[in-house]
T-cell receptor, first 112, second 113 residues
Framework: QQQVKQSPQSLIVQKGGISIINCAYE??????FPWYQQFPGKGPALLIA?????SEKKEGRFTISFNKSAKQFSLHIMDSQPGDSATYFCAAKTSGTYKYIFGTGTRLKVLA | NAGVTQTPKFQVLKTGQSMTLQCAQDMNHEYMSWYRQDPGMGLRLIHY???????DQGEVPNGYNVSRSTTEDFPLRLLSAAPSQTSVYFC????????????FGPGTRLTVL
């Protein structure tokens, strides 16, 4: 049972464009929503994260938008660069635990 | 700091064999986890630990065993390998339970024939 649904599965964006990846969840007991970036042959690395009491968080070119009522959150990559080409995973942590549920991933390719 | 290290990088097993995947961290992190990554399925939590001597099951624990005798090490044991356990395994650690970055190791690619 997939509790965090991620879309799209793959995404191709021109250099300088905006990349948008979406995630939806069902469990209202989630209390932390990180996004991870993974390059081929490497482990995932934290990109940016948000708590449910905040509607938006921005770090450089990366922004998380969070809609608590809709149970959705999204990653926006502004001015996308070829170096951003990677797989991106959203995740959610169950409150009071160390249990994370990950989305299925989005493979982003930024064309030069 | 070496961060999170995993050994071996690659492993091929025959069905029924057992083995231990090693994970170590030198950041004095209390929290550690094991995930498996399969195509199209993201990362799924196998087992996790909230400190030395304390472990619990994740989403897909069957066929795996863990123990945590020290803060630094969190080995994952495959008791009797099956082809369904062919996957890439990642170990992760973090300083606290809430709102802190999980640091992932480089992974172990396991093939079970």
């Amino acid at each position: 049972q997939q509790q965090v649904k991620q879309s799209p599965q793959s995404l191709i964006v021109q250099k300088g464009g905006i990349s948008i990846i979406n995630c939806a969840y069902e469990n209202t007991a989630f209390d932390y929503f990180p996004w991870y970036q993974q390059f081929p042959g490497k482990g995932p690395a934290l990109l940016i994260a948000i708590r449910p009491d905040v509607s938006e968080k921005k770090e450089g070119r990366f922004t998380i938008s969070f809609n608590k009522s809709a149970k959705q959150f999204s990653l926006h990559i502004m001015d996308s660069q070829p170096g951003d080409s990677a797989t991106y995973f959203c995740a959610a942590k169950t409150s009071g635990t160390y249990k994370y549920i990950f989305g299925t991933g989005t493979r982003l390719k930024v064309l030069a | 700091n070496a961060g999170v290290t995993q050994t071996p990088k690659f492993q091929v097993l025959k069905t029924g064999q057992s083995m231990t995947l090693q994970c170590a961290q030198d950041m004095n992190h209390e929290y550690m986890s094991w995930y498996r990554q399969d195509p199209g399925m993201g990362l799924r939590l196998i087992h996790y630990s909230v400190g030395a001597g304390i472990t619990d099951q994740g989403e897909v624990p069957n066929g795996y065993n863990v123990s945590r005798s020290t803060t630094e090490d969190f080995p994952l044991r495959l008791l009797s390998a099956a082809p369904s356990q062919t996957s890439v395994y990642f170990c992760a650690s973090s300083f606290t339970r809430d709102y802190h970055e999980q640091f992932f190791g480089p992974g172990t690619r396991l093939t079970v024939l």
